[in-house]
C-alpha cells in the first residue's frame, strides 16, 4: 500500500479530550480543526466511543480533514468486521479515512475485554492476512488508503513496512523516529505521536507529564521500548524521571515545542500527531490548538 494514496500533511492532532464532549461539540471543534490548516485528526480506542464508529462522526462533521485512528483496536472486532469497517468509511468519505490498528495491551484485553492476548506480532500478521481476504459485498471504495499499525519495536515496525503503509508510534521521541525511519525504509509512512504542554515552570510541567505518562509506565510495550531508547528502571518509578519526561513530552513555549516537532520531521517523520496535555485532563486546548496552528501551519 502506497503511503501516497492519503495527504496527511506534515501535522495533525492527536486528542482523547473529544470523549468529553458530546458528538456535536466534537464535530464542532474538528470542523474548527480543519478550519486551522491541520492534516488529520487522531483519537484512540478503549474506554470511550467505539473507533470506526465515532470516526465516521468526525468525517460527517468535516469536509476535507483526514481523520485517523490512532489506533483501532484488533481485539475489540474481527478482521472481517474491522475490513468492511474501512471499506465503509473509505467509499463514503474518499482518501479521508486512514485506519490505525494495534495490539492494545494485556489488561486492557484481558481484563476489560475478556479475551486471550497472545503474541503480538504473530497475531497482527494473522489478523492482517484475514483483512486481506476478506469478502466484501457493497460498492467498494474508489480510492484505497493505506493502513498503518501502532509499533514501536523492531518487529513490528518491520511487519508495519510488509504488510501496511507505514506506522504510528505512540510515546516516543525523535531517536525512536530515526530509528523507525531506518526499518520502514523510504517509502512508508512514519507519523509519530509527540505529547506537549504548555508550561514553561519545569516543576509544573513534569507533574502534568507525569500525571499523562505514568499509567503508560504500568504497560510493558512502552516500557520495554524506553529501555531500547537506553532508560532504565529506575526511569521508571514515581510517574518517570525528569529525564523520561523530558524526552518524551515537549514542554515549555512555543519555540520549545516547535524544535521538538522539526527534530521528529528531521528525523524522517512524515507527519507529526501532536498531543496537547492541558492542566485539566478534560478540557478542550482549543488556545493551544490555535497557537499550534499558528507557528507550525
Not at 464542532?28 to 462522526?57: D, H, K, S, V, Y
Not at 524521571?241 to 516547535?258: C, F, P, Q
Request: hydrophobic share 45%; charged share 20%.
Amino acid at each position: 500500500m502506497p503511503a501516497s494514496t492519503i495527504a496527511l500533511g506534515k501535522i495533525g492532532i492527536w486528542t482523547r479530550q473529544f470523549e468529553d464532549c458530546p458528538a456535536a461539540k466534537a464535530q464542532e471543534t474538528a470542523a474548527e480543526l480543519e478550519q486551522l490548516g491541520f492534516g488529520a485528526i487522531w483519537f484512540g480506542e478503549a474506554l470511550g466511543r467505539e473507533a470506526l464508529t465515532n470516526a465516521g462522526l468526525l468525517l460527517a462533521g468535516t469536509r476535507k480533514i483526514v481523520i485517523a485512528t490512532g489506533i483501532a483496536n484488533i481485539y475489540a472486532r474481527d478482521p472481517i468486521t474491522m475490513s468492511a469497517g474501512q471499506k465503509t468509511l473509505m467509499e463514503a468519505y474518499p482518501g479521508r479515512f486512514l485506519l490505525g490498528l494495534g495490539v492494545s495491551h494485556v489488561p486492557l484485553v484481558e481484563q476489560l475485554r475478556g479475551h486471550r492476548y497472545e503474541k503480538p506480532v504473530a497475531t497482527m500478521r494473522a489478523y492482517l492476512d484475514t483483512m486481506d481476504h476478506a469478502p466484501y459485498r457493497s460498492v467498494a471504495p474508489a480510492i484505497t488508503t493505506p493502513r498503518v499499525l501502532a509499533a514501536l519495536g523492531p518487529q513490528m515496525l518491520r511487519l508495519s513496512a510488509e504488510r501496511a503503509g507505514g506506522a504510528h508510534p505512540y510515546n516516543t521521541n525523535p531517536e525512536h523516529t530515526a530509528q523507525a525511519r531506518a526499518i520502514l525504509g523510504p517509502d512508508r509512512l512514519l507519523c509519530p505521536e509527540q505529547a506537549v504542554i504548555f508550561e514553561t515552570d519545569p516543576a509544573k510541567a513534569r507533574q502534568i507529564g507525569r500525571e499523562f505518562l505514568g499509567f503508560y509506565l504500568t504497560l510493558p510495550n512502552y516500557t520495554n521500548n524506553f529501555l531500547r531508547l537506553g532508560f532504565t528502571e529506575a526511569d521508571f518509578t514515581n510517574g518517570g524521571s525528569d529525564r523520561l519526561i523530558d524526552a518524551m513530552i515537549a514542554w515549555g513555549d512555543i519555540n520549545r515545542i516547535r524544535e521538538r516537532i522539526r527534530a521528529h520531521h528531521t528525523a524522517g517523520a512524515d507527519h507529526i500527531c501532536i498531543q496537547v496535555l492541558p492542566k485539566d485532563p478534560h478540557a478542550l486546548p482549543i488556545t493551544e490548538w490555535r497557537e499550534l496552528a499558528a507557528a507550525l501551519l
